[in-house]
């Protein structure tokens, strides 16, 4: 079993819904949670950062972490065509700060 | 620009060569990583390095790698005897460190490996 499941299928949404991701994990000791946006041949783009269990707002995008479950979530609202990316879902149990990372999720949102 | 650079971008070598890629991390991160990614996959941690210690190693980084950060700034990845198994994207990160977990990525050098 890998330390963290990510589905890798493609979501395509039309312009303005609600994009939900997920990723599940295996490893009590994760701490961080973090989600990265990343564009065709770029870096990846760190997006939220959470630390713990919660939830956490920044404008459009909503993390949830819920550790009870190990499951963490993304949410994008009213999606753009700029949201169109690959979202990569990561997670430290800290101290030596190997990120373990999921497959990703390919979102295309049609305009 | 303040951000984590890589050079090259792109690298096409031939199998058996020998391949650097350079990483010039954001300049007051004290902690530099070096992560693989191959298409349809998250990224992979390879090393990281807390100023010039290398402090981890994964599995991953088999004989014919080695990595330095000779004065705690830039780093190196060299690939010794290249295969067609090392073509991936090689991407570089830095953190400030301490409990700061924000890592924060250069573009990444695509390696082709003919």
């Known amino acids: 079993q890998k330390e963290v499941e990510q589905d890798p299928g493609p979501l395509s949404v039309p312009e303005g819904a609600i994009v939900s991701l997920n990723c599940t994990y295996s490893?009590?000791?994760?701490?961080?949670f973090m989600w990265y946006r990343q564009y065709s041949r770029k870096g990846p783009e760190l997006l939220m950062y959470?630390?713990?269990?919660g939830n956490k707002e920044d404008g459009r995008f909503t993390a949830q972490v819920d550790k009870s479950s190990k499951y963490i979530s993304l949410f994008i609202r009213d999606s753009q065509p700029s949201d169109s990316a690959t979202y990569l879902c990561?997670?430290?149990?800290?101290?030596?700060?190997?990120?373990?990372f999921g497959k990703g999720n390919q979102v295309v949102v049609i305009p | 620009d303040t951000g984590v650079s890589q050079n090259p971008r792109h690298k096409i070598t031939k199998r058996g060569q020998n391949v650097t890629f350079r990483c010039d991390p954001i300049?007051?991160?004290?902690?530099l990583y070096w992560y693989r990614q191959t298409l349809g996959q998250g990224p992979e941690f390879l090393t990281y390095?807390?100023?010039?210690?290398?402090?981890?190693k994964s599995r991953l980084l088999s004989d014919r790698f080695s990595a330095e950060r000779p004065k705690g700034s830039f780093s190196t990845l060299e690939i010794q005897r290249t295969e067609q198994g090392d073509s991936a994207m090689y991407l570089c990160?830095?953190?400030?460190?301490?409990?700061?977990?924000?890592?924060?990525f250069g573009s990444g050098t695509q390696l082709s490996v003919l």
């Open positions: 990160a830095s953190s400030l460190g301490g409990n700061n977990e924000k890592l924060f």
């Open positions: 490893n009590s000791a994760f701490q961080y």
């Open positions: 959470t630390y713990s269990s």
């Open positions: 990561a997670m430290s149990a800290g101290g030596n700060n190997r990120l373990a």
């Open positions: 300049s007051e991160h004290n902690r």
């Open positions: 390095f807390q100023n010039e210690a290398q402090l981890e």
